[in-house]
Nanobody, 125 residues
Framework: QVLLVGSGGGLVQAGGSLRLSCVVS????????MGWFRQAPGKEREFVAA????????YYGDSVKGRFTISRDNAKNTLYLQMNSLKPEDTAVYYC??????????????????WGQGTQVTVSS
């Protein structure tokens, strides 16, 4: 059974920072494309960031470019999302995701095989 367990969410003031983590078990972590998505109430799931198997290639949704950084530690089976300069519009449930997918399609949530339970991030103004 593949499990993705996310953590690190919380309440932060605008301009602050948070780091999300996602620990993966049940699969060879280094073989997986990894991503982060988010979903705010009443909105569709939105692509945030993705990285390839070793993290040397990354890309981001337009709304977070320059503020968020995705990274991974294959020795710890862990994915990270460093979020800086947070804005109230970043408020959402954040999901980590994994899959044996075409990295070029990592922006599409339909491509992924596994999802974490979600962690709430709330940014106050």
């Amino acid at each position: 059974q593949v499990l993705l367990v996310g953590s690190g969410g919380g309440l932060v003031q605008a301009g602050g920072s948070l780091r999300l983590s996602c620990v993966v078990s049940g699969r060879t972590f280094s073989s997986l494309v990894m991503g982060w998505f988010r979903q705010a109430p009443g909105k569709e799931r939105e692509f945030v960031a993705a990285c390839n198997w070793n993290g040397d290639s990354t890309y981001y949704g337009d709304s977070v470019k320059g503020r968020f950084t995705i990274s991974r530690d294959n020795a710890k089976n862990t994915l990270y999302l460093q979020m800086n300069s947070l804005k109230p519009e970043d408020t959402a449930v954040y999901y980590c995701t994994a899959g044996d997918i075409d990295y070029g399609l990592a922006y599409d949530p339909r491509e992924y095989d596994y999802w974490g339970q979600g962690t709430q991030v709330t940014v106050s103004s």
